[in-house]
């Protein structure tokens, strides 16, 4: 359907806000995905494949991953509880879910999932999430400080609204981002000051890097307020380790800065010799306590072995804001009303999962293992698949679920994508879903390329590990054949 | 070196923005809830009642059975395939959530959808659309929320580019929208409903506030329009949509027509009309006027507040500018799908024939005719008080009676450093536990005094709350007499 401008609000019109900010996950190349998928619908055979594999984006149930059992059990009993008073429940359900059903609904008030709740969630909810913090970190947390949002997404969007006063204000983010920083940056009207990781040192953070981004931003007139941590890395799937936390932890309170941790992969580590450690935890182990230092940690049932991203539940832990500023927090929170109670309650059994003991605690496990098991083998299956490509180096994936391969691109492509008007990786990324049927997101959309590396000019992709293990098994070959066609194409051949 | 982030430090405009309906009168009553509990009997009353918030099934109103049992379907999906589900589910909730998984890529229920919603409910959206106006619906302009209200707040970041960017919004106005403008940064251009009229709307006074602003420099974008009322209950008249429509094509602005109450209706004599229906009956097309229509789960008589379902119809906007909104919704993802899936079921409801109809249609017979009864009982009660008046409630879920304060009390308010409404709410709460919102917070002419108070109570508990409030309101009204 085609529609004509009308007089007043045209694409000029807008707030110029809106049309600064890109968000490449659901960009350009997943359109594009979307429109040759329905074409194959239409002609079957019209492409040399027969379906698209999305790689592009965080979406682990679109691929074939299964929800847990428990999980859903609950989510089901709680939207309909009428179903805890009959005998037949027992059959279709396990007895630790329908306890746990049980549990959930008492708390709720009038017993029942459908009204609003508090703005900063059910208590009884934040409660289970305040216990699994303290279990998980071995210090106390407070289900005060909770907020549960529709996914960390809203969380981390409603932080910055709060932060950021004027383009005077500055953020501190990781380069590559996840572009959910920059676009709500964009958004509140502040600045983004990005620090780059270090793709030769395994996308590591060198704090003196970092402070001399704050200096330079702080020399040009901007007040900077928090720093951005992603940990593990998206898309870079680095783990931090313990050091360099310490570092940020030392280098944030002195310089009076927020630690904003997005800690939402905290469930996907690949290596064993790293751990995930939240950060509040490494302030704590520090002796920092919240008079210390401020830290907000977001996390979210969208990753993980859980994979709910659809239900958008999340929570994120403020420590070290005064109650003034939380009752702020609370009165925006409370124009939207609430969070949706599914997305709460999920939250919650992520938190205060199964445990030795509890009936379903068996199953639970071999569904979770088997999950991490087969995300551990396809991201090495994966990393191993790119760095066997001419002239694609990848670094080890330890979390997260995405690979972000460089792709040294030859210069007679370089220029074909000048030619196009495009950026070059994202030339590679239109020819790799044309001809293979494989969806990436160009690294440019993740915004690696700051003002100080234009000139160095390198190009990835950021590419899930999430397909089944015979999806992958399938895609390597196309990858395979794509890339060498690729380059063969290009090759340089002075 | 902590403690760097205070209140003093805090983006203003969200220190500027206010939401009365769980503003301080509600954290109190909170605080005096706790207190209830650990010291029973310390206050002249057993329980809170909160009649601030639209939130009906916190008060004891019933989901309907369908809608649950389709969710509990989709949640855990393989229940699909056990026999005993057969006893416990009706045939109809079963073949929808089968539908409905069916509609949903990979039947993958967890994964984030497409960020306008999963297609195949919008199509069933576009469908109850059409049905409803008789004018075509196109999936394509739906984007399913968490709720209506983010797709107010999208609006809202779409049109204001600055402080000279005014939208006009009715006083009295449901304060998302005035919170909405200024935590992003815009002007509000109020235009005052006429409680003489029954809140009537005159398209003159709108016209008259929209001149008065551009010639103070604001750049007027959007109208917005609340039908059914909401704190005020009134349903517009035909003619008076046609004006509005008509207001706002001359004058270029976009209408934001929020529409979440289009199914409590209370009154014989008004109906229900779309302003997309009304749009499309006086012959204009997508390239005469700019529209955006919400709905959502939390109203009518399926109250899933708590579910945040919802969704808006964008239409009369460019390629590029939906392009820009698809944007915005991305950054998000996508809405959270069970908030989508009742979207679809409250646009798609069971039909005569089906299985689940009688029990459906009784329960929403039910749940409506017992709001009219109640809407009628305290609209009746409030008016046979000295010193209240009360328009009647035709629509949405509220009560908004003036109260005429004698001057002593209004001093006493000052004294206190309250607003006159807000200071009769507080003590109204002390005495008696009775929640209400004062009309402050809703906005309203300048000297006049309101509060908002919903009729969502249980019908059991009305005659005491009359009681109770009766007692409270006439021992106020001696206090302050002149």
């Not at chain 1, 969630?121 to 305040?130: M, T």
């Not at chain 2, 576009?126 to 394509?140: E, K, L």
Request: proline fraction near 5%; aromatic fraction near 8%.
């Amino acid at each position: 359907m085609s529609y004509n401008k009308t007089a007043s609000i045209t694409a000029e019109t807008i707030n110029p806000r809106v049309k600064t900010f890109n968000y490449e996950p659901c960009g350009e190349i997943a359109k594009h995905a979307e429109r040759l998928e329905e074409e194959l619908k239409k002609n079957p055979g019209s492409r040399p494949f027969q379906e698209i594999i999305y790689c592009n984006l965080g979406n682990p149930q679109a691929l074939g991953q299964l929800p847990i059992t428990f999980f859903r059990e609950v989510l089901s009993l709680c939207d309909n509880p009428t179903l805890l008073e009959r005998d037949e429940a027992s059959m279709l359900f396990s007895p630790c879910a329908i306890k746990r059903a049980r549990k959930i609904i008492e708390a709720m008030p009038g017993r029942d999932s459908g009204p609003y709740t508090p703005s900063q969630g059910i208590k009884s909810l934040r409660e289970s999430v305040a216990d699994g913090i303290a279990g998980r970190d071995g210090y106390p947390s407070r289900p005060e400080d909770i907020f549960l949002t529709d996914g960390a997404s809203s969380a981390i969007n409603l932080t910055l609204q709060m932060l950021i006063r004027s383009d005077e204000d500055g953020i501190l983010c990781p380069l590559p981002e996840y572009p959910l920083y920059s676009a709500s940056i964009i958004l509140h009207g502040g600045t983004m000051i990005p620090y780059n990781l270090s793709e030769d040192g395994d996308w590591g953070l060198e704090i003196f890097e970092v402070k001399r981004c704050l200096e330079e931003a702080r020399i040009s007139g901007l007040t900077v307020r928090a720093m951005v941590v992603i940990n593990p890395g998206n898309p870079t799937g680095q783990v931090l380790s313990i050091t360099n936390q310490e570092e940020i932890v030392e280098f944030c309170r002195k310089e009076g800065l927020v630690i904003l941790a997005d800690e939402v992969y905290q469930d996907n580590i690949y290596v064993e010799n790293k751990k995930f450690n939240s950060f509040k935890k490494v302030a704590r182990s520090l002796g920092y306590n919240a008079n210390d230092i401020s830290i907000v940690s977001y996390h979210s049932v969208s990753m993980g072995y859980s994979g709910e991203c659809g239900r958008r539940g999340g929570y994120m832990e403020i420590c070290g804001f005064g109650e003034d500023v939380i009752g702020a927090i609370c009165k925006v929170a409370s124009v939207t009303l609430c969070p949706n109670i599914g997305g709460q309650i999920l939250t919650s059994l992520v938190m205060d999962r199964p445990k030795i003991g509890d009936d379903c605690f068996e199953r639970f496990l071999a569904e979770k293992d088997n999950i991490q098991s087969s995300l551990v083998k396809r991201a090495k299956t994966l990393e191993e698949a790119f760095n066997s490509l001419e002239g694609v180096t990848c670094n080890k994936i330890e979390g997260a679920i995405y690979l972000f391969p460089r792709i040294h691109l030859p210069a007679a492509a370089i220029k074909a994508a000048k030619t196009e008007g495009i950026s070059p990786d994202i030339f590679y990324a239109c020819r790799l879903l044309d001809d293979a049927g494989i969806a990436v997101v160009p690294g440019s959309g993740f915004h690696q390329i700051s003002g100080r590396n234009m000139v160095a000019g390198t190009w990835h992709i950021r590419c899930t590990i999430l397909p089944g293990e015979d999806k992958i098994n399938e895609m390597i070959p196309r990858l395979k054949a794509f890339h060498e066609a690729f380059m063969n194409e290009f090759r340089d051949r002075s | 070196m902590a403690a760097t982030v205070a209140v003093e430090n805090l983006n203003p405009k969200v220190l500027k923005c206010e939401y009365a309906v769980r503003g301080e009168i509600v954290i109190h009553a909170q605080r005096l809830q706790q207190q209830l509990q650990t010291q029973p009997g310390s206050l002249p009353f057993d329980e809170i009642l909160y009649c601030n918030i639209g939130n009906p099934q916190s008060l004891g109103q019933q989901p309907v059975t369908f809608f649950r049992e389709v969710l509990a379907l989709c949640d855990h999906p393989y229940l699909l395939q056990r026999d005993e589900i057969k006893s416990l589910f009706s045939a109809d909730s079963i073949s929808r959530a089968k539908q409905i998984l069916a509609s949903i890529p990979g039947k993958a229920t967890g994964a984030y959808s497409h960020s306008q919603g999963i297609k195949g409910l919008r199509d069933t959206i576009a469908a109850g659309i059409t049905s409803r106006d008789g004018f075509p619906a196109n999936a394509d302009d739906i984007f399913l929320t968490d709720g209506a209200s983010p797709g107010v707040h999208l609006m809202m970041q779409l049109l204001i580019r600055n402080e000279k960017d005014g939208i006009l919004v009715p006083i009295p106005q449901y304060p998302l929208y005035s919170a909405s403008i200024a935590l992003h940064g815009g002007a509000l251009v109020p235009y005052y409903l006429n409680e003489s009229t029954g809140w009537g709307l005159e398209i003159s006074d709108v016209k008259k506030q929209l001149e008065d602003a551009r010639s103070k420099g604001i750049d007027v974008r959007a109208l917005v329009v609340i039908n059914p009322g909401n704190p005020t209950g009134q349903v517009l008249a035909e003619e008076n949509q046609y004006d509005i429509v008509k207001f706002c094509k001359n004058e270029g602005l976009v209408l934001l027509a929020d529409e979440v109450y289009q199914e409590n209706i209370y009154v014989d004599n008004k109906k229900f009309h779309s302003f997309k229906k009304i749009v499309r009956s006086l012959g204009y097309g997508e390239e005469d006027l700019p529209l955006v229509s919400y709905q959502s789960v939390s109203k009518g008589y399926y109250g899933e507040c708590g579910k945040r379902g919802g969704y808006m119809e964008i239409t009369g906007f460019s390629a590029p500018v939906r392009e820009q909104i698809y944007k915005i919704a991305s950054v998000n993802l996508c809405s959270n799908i069970s908030g989508q899936i009742l979207a679809s079921l409250i646009m798609n409801p069971p039909k005569a024939g089906d299985e689940s109809y009688a029990s459906y249609k009784a329960e929403k017979d039910g749940i409506i005719a017992s709001l009219t009864r109640r809407a009628k009982s305290l609209e009746d009660a409030f008016n046979k008080l000295d010193g209240i008046t009360c328009n009647e409630a035709e629509g949405a879920m509220y009560l908004f009676p003036q109260l005429s304060l004698p001057q002593k009390a209004i001093e006493a308010a000052k004294a206190a450093n309250k607003a006159p409404d807000a200071f009769y709410a507080l003590r109204l709460l002390e005495s008696t536990g009775i929640v209400v919102v004062p009309g402050s917070g809703f906005g309203q002419v300048p000297g006049t005094w309101h509060f908002r108070c919903t009729i969502l109570p249980q019908e059991e508990k009305i005659p005491a709350i009359i009681s109770r409030f009766k007692v409270f309101h006439e021992a106020f009204m001696a206090e302050y007499h002149d």
